[in-house]
């Protein structure tokens, strides 16, 4: 274990801000953990993964463990198809969509192209086009660098809602995440229903498959990949590629608000697009509720395309904050903040922000 001085974090976040890591290190096997716990000395770590749910505001003092555990396992059950896939916590989620779709199983063809590694993906329970983590995750490996004793977390224990979970509370700062167990299913056995039912998903498969002369939709003919494919091509045209210009993907959630307040700003406000969802209200109890969509009220409120020196709003995707080229983290920040505001004026709405801010 060795680790590194002042080490510029530019290329570490997919924002391209500028900032400087005091003390970082590097995990990559879990037998560094102990060593790793001894050189904290009770000291509270930043945990870095692939930087792609981050905004950095400024110079980060404490120590930074930067996650790189690598791996793949998985076992088949024959009789019913269900596949157990372990994943290290430092595996590109991209990566492991790609590999998982080659192995011929199904179950995370709507994640494609979702940036980030996998140990980022319970904390966010990342999800787009209809289908959540929470959907197909089985547990995950947490080392409590606190203690120096290991924790293994179902699905309840994760308390998983929208964009939400157990590791964004309070008390699990030291929690590290390891690994990652999902459960898939082979596809040419199992018998579980693929997703086209959200947004113009189905469309794009369909256009798909008329350009490649292999007829109408059937979920029996229909392969996980092309509903990969389309979400990729979907996921291309609107979003930019943090290679080529710096932003962390959806800056804000959608919000979700109870059925009586959506029906009246649609009576206020024509055209606002609202999705039935089943949520819960604080006192815990399920009930119909409606997702509206963060970018239509970002481009209704005029703020598509606008940009403040190099920090801007995206001019195709009103829900993505950019970095042109040498914004600052604290630039993007007021700029964001300036967008909750007018939102909250107009709609009497508040926008969440999806990535960590620090």
Known sequence: MKPRNDVDLRTLNTFGVTALAS?????????????????????TPFILGGGSNLLLTRDLTEPVIRVCLSGRSYQIDHNSGEVQVVVGAGESW????????EMG?????NLALIPGTVGAAPIQNIGAYGAELSDVFEAVRVYDLARGTWLTLGPRDCQFSYRDSIFKQPGTAHWLICSVTLRLQHHQVGNGQLKLDYGDLRAEVQANRELKGLGGLSTQSLRPQEI???????????????????????????????????????????????????????????GPAMK?????????????????????????????LVNHGTASGQQIRRLAQEIQGEIHRLFGLTLAIEPRVV
């Open 105 to 109: 199983f199904q179950g995370l063809e």
């Open 94 to 101: 991209h990566g492991l969509v790609t590999w998982s779709l």
């Open 23 to 43: 003390q970082l290190v590097d995990l990559e096997h879990e037998e560094q953990l102990p060593d790793i716990r001894r050189w904290l000395d009770g000291r």
């Open 292 to 320: 509206l969509p963060a970018a239509w009220l970002i481009e209704r409120a005029g703020w598509k395309g606008v940009r403040q020196g190099d920090a801007g709003v995206h001019a195709d995707h009103a829900l993505v």
């Open 228 to 286: 990969a494919e389309a979400v990729i091509a979907i996921r291309t045209r609107r979003l930019p590629d943090p290679a080529k210009l710096g932003n962390a993907g959806s800056f804000f959630s959608n919000p979700i608000i109870g059925l009586e307040e959506a029906l009246a700003l649609q009576a206020r406000f024509p055209g606002l697009p609202a999705y039935r969802v089943v949520s819960n209200d604080p006192s815990g109890q399920h």
